[in-house]
């Protein structure tokens, strides 16, 4: 099942590039980069990682992008991360990135941008691996802030697939983002959201009312609301699960607890998605195996997930049957 899983091409829809940096390449960047860290090792750092909550990975997952200043920085974080998620099969990654985060540290958005579009491009030439970006607003800064953050990267909005939400989610609901998500949706720029992981159903509800969303990051806990699931599944509306994530940041204490198989009776649009996969133990090729460890599925099962990605994601028609 190793193998097949391998081998199965796989899109990645809910991947945030900052929350894909190693540690290993955290220490190489802070020495390039003459920046102290607060630990000694490698080892150190993923002892680190034992999270609470949502809130006590992103104070980390901050704090562990300061390492990342220049061009070049940004460049060999998604080449890093393009490489390995290469050789897990995966053949296309949507990333989220957060330049609110990088502008709070005096790191402007055409560093960040010019990092990634040119690691990329590579990625594309030299592994064969697609990619789209989403331009991500944090969700626990002014709304002001966000609407700020998409008019400043006009030069860029031609090369943004998507906009989204993240960061801490319980008590930054999807309306107070009501204008910046119109705005985007003017530009004709597809929405996605955060909404579901730690945040309540009506959460969820509000970001396909209000922001027009067409995928749900997450989106687990709908289950508490049957209304709410018999919608996603009439829609039809993609949620991008991150089993991994859940069980590191504590939605669920294990994975036999995980709602996945729930999700799947119910007849929803799932897919399989890594979120940090450099914080929550593994990426694309270790989640989909947890889930085959947890419950057993058939490859018939992986199939229908890794294809749902397929139909979901930001590609050309052309790329897509390519896939298919
Ligand atoms: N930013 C990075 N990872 C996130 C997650 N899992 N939820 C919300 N915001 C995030
Ligand atoms: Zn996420």
């Given amino acids: 099942m190793h193998d097949f899983l391998r081998r199965l091409p796989k899109a990645e829809l809910h991947l945030h590039i900052e929350g894909s940096l190693e540690p290993e390449l955290m220490f190489s960047l802070a020495e390039r980069n003459g920046i102290r860290l607060p630990y000694d090792s490698v080892e150190e750092v993923r002892a680190a990682y034992d999270f609470t909550d949502l809130q006590s990975f992103l104070d980390l997952y901050y704090q562990g992008m300061s390492v990342l200043r220049t061009a070049e920085d940004f460049h060999d974080l998604a080449m890093d991360y393009f490489r390995r998620a290469s050789d897990e099969g995966v053949v296309h990654v949507e990333m989220h990135v957060d330049p609110q985060a990088h502008l709070a540290r005096g790191v402007e958005l055409p560093v960040v941008m010019e990092g990634l579009s040119l690691a990329r491009r590579r990625a594309w030439r030299e592994l064969g691996l697609s990619s789209a970006l989403i331009l991500a607003f944090l969700r626990d800064r002014p709304a002001e802030e966000a609407m700020e953050m998409l008019e400043r990267a006009a030069p860029y909005w031609e090369m943004l697939d998507g906009v989204g939400l993240d960061s801490a989610e319980q008590g930054n609901p999807p309306e107070k983002f009501v204008a910046v998500f119109r705005f985007a949706r003017e530009l004709g720029i597809p929405r996605v959201a955060h909404a579901g992981e730690e945040g309540p159903p009506e959460y969820i509800r509000q970001a396909l009312d209000l922001l027009d969303v067409c995928r749900i990051d997450h989106g687990v806990r709908c289950l508490e609301d049957p209304a709410l699931v018999a919608r996603l599944r009439d829609e039809q509306v993609v949620l991008t699960v991150c089993p991994l994530s ?39 090729l270790a989640n989909f195996e947890a889930c085959h460890d947890a419950f057993g599925w058939s490859r018939e099962t992986f199939v229908a997930l890794a294809g749902n990605a397929l139909e979901a994601a930001f590609m050309s028609d052309e790329r897509r049957q390519a896939l298919l």
């Fill in 246 to 284: 859940n069980v590191r940041l504590r939605v669920v204490e294990q994975m036999a607890d995980h709602p996945l198989p729930q999700l799947l009776e119910a007849g929803l649009r799932l897919t399989l998605n890594s979120d940090d996969p450099a914080y929550f133990g593994g990426g694309m």
